[in-house]
């Protein structure tokens, strides 16, 4: 697999972290910033973390090094290829903060540090051992307060990549350019209507390049996961799950309305039963994007107090705008965002979402929307419309902001 790397380069390279080539993806680079919340809800740790970029390719530590200039950023992978590319990205752009070392992720304790955001995207379903890498990592990990993002290929929305894989073994296709010329002649043939058009649209670094299509359809070690294969190597990696980048995909909220036959029998599950439903129902998630910590970390430090008054002092954080129409029984009214589902709220609920500011706590925004009288408890319907923000990926809490 080494080889693969130094010959094929993924994703592929560019001179400059301000390169078209890379516009459409770059956010992807600053979920630290966005998802902070949810990994620390007490708040972050302090501003110069100290971060790995694990599996970093050509672009990524350099990408995160930039964005978090306060913070140590050290990138480490197989290919002296790939870290070639990003040592004069590092150049270029001046990034004093970045260390790059020639490493496998499963001798990360050999850096001699202890971590406080551990990023490793694309990078455990490919290794022999996905569980002997993890465990490296956790042996890298801050058991206090350190986060690791984890990206891992999904089983069932990654299915017609795994046909297409059998097709070119059956053709006996290797990692050469003429055979990549195979692939492409195979995807320009595909019908209109196969499985696998659908998936190429939502590839996160597209198959433009030969690189890409090497490490897609001509990788020689490529698993995927389940939900309940992604928590089973948190267990045995001794990790433990704090929550998915995007919730919308593993609730029913947005896509069974309350009060059907299918949405009670979903409400009936306990979480992690309700995970892996979802993914069954949706049938194309096609990578799983989440976050744990070590087991040793206090859960009050990062579970929401969702059943609690405690939550009354949590800070709701929203991404949803109101939307609001005119309907048969009067006044309707939703959350609603860009490319996202809209998602039916009542009319108190929609009052309530209007107060939301990030600044102020849920209690004083239940107040502030007439819903209650006290700052330190909250209706249900204030609780039900945190709890449905988080589930559909429109909202956060978190303690203090």
Not at 228 to 251: E, K, M, P
Not at 353 to 368: E, H, M, S
Not at 381 to 393: E, P, Q, V, Y
């Amino acid at each position: 697999m080494v080889w693969q790397y130094e010959r094929w380069t993924y994703p592929e390279p560019v001179d400059d972290l301000d390169s078209p080539k890379l516009a459409q993806h770059i956010e992807s680079f600053r979920t630290l910033k966005y998802l902070s919340p949810a990994y620390w809800p007490l708040g972050q740790p302090r501003e110069d973390l100290d971060i790995l970029v694990a599996g970093c390719g050509t672009v990524a530590a350099a990408a995160v090094a930039r964005f978090f200039p306060a913070c140590r950023v050290v990138g480490i992978d197989i290919s002296q290829t790939s870290l070639d590319h990003q040592d004069r990205l590092r150049q270029r752009h001046g990034l004093a903060n970045l260390e790059l070392r020639r490493l496998p992720v499963e001798r990360a304790v050999e850096l001699g540090r202890r971590f406080d955001y551990i990023a490793c995207h694309g990078v455990l379903h490919h290794l022999p051992d996905p569980g002997a890498g993890l465990r490296g990592l956790t042996s890298a990990l801050n058991p206090e307060h350190g986060v690791i993002a984890l990206m891992l290929y999904a089983k069932y929305g990654r299915a017609p990549v795994y046909w297409m894989q059998e097709l070119f073994q059956i053709l006996k296709l290797e990692q050469t350019s003429a055979d990549v010329g195979v692939v492409r002649d195979t995807l320009a043939a595909l019908p209109a209507d196969h499985p696998l058009r659908p998936y190429l649209k939502l590839d996160a670094f597209g198959v433009g390049s030969d690189a890409g299509l090497v490490d897609m359809f001509l990788h020689r070690r490529d698993r995927a996961y389940s939900v309940s294969d992604c928590l089973a190597l948190l267990d045995g990696a001794g990790l433990a799950f704090q929550g998915w980048d995007n919730n919308l995909f593993y609730h029913p909220d947005a896509f069974c309305p309350k009060g059907s036959l299918l949405r009670d029998r979903f409400d009936r599950l306990p979480e992690p039963r309700l995970w892996e439903a979802m993914e069954l129902l949706l049938g194309r998630i096609s990578s799983h994007w989440f976050f744990a910590c070590s087991k040793d970390r206090k859960p009050e430090t990062y579970r929401i107090p969702w059943d609690s008054n405690e939550l009354a002092g949590w800070i709701p954080l929203r991404a949803a705008q109101l939307a609001s129409r005119q309907g048969a029984a009067g006044a309707e009214y939703a959350m609603a965002g860009e490319n996202r589902p809209t998602v039916p709220i009542t009319a108190q609920q929609a009052v309530m979402l209007t107060q939301i500011d990030g600044k102020r706590t849920a209690g004083q925004c239940a107040v502030a929307a007439g819903l209650s009288t006290d700052i330190s408890t909250l209706p249900d319907s204030a609780r039900d419309l945190l709890r449905m923000m988080f589930r559909t990926g429109y909202g956060l809490v978190c303690k203090c902001r």
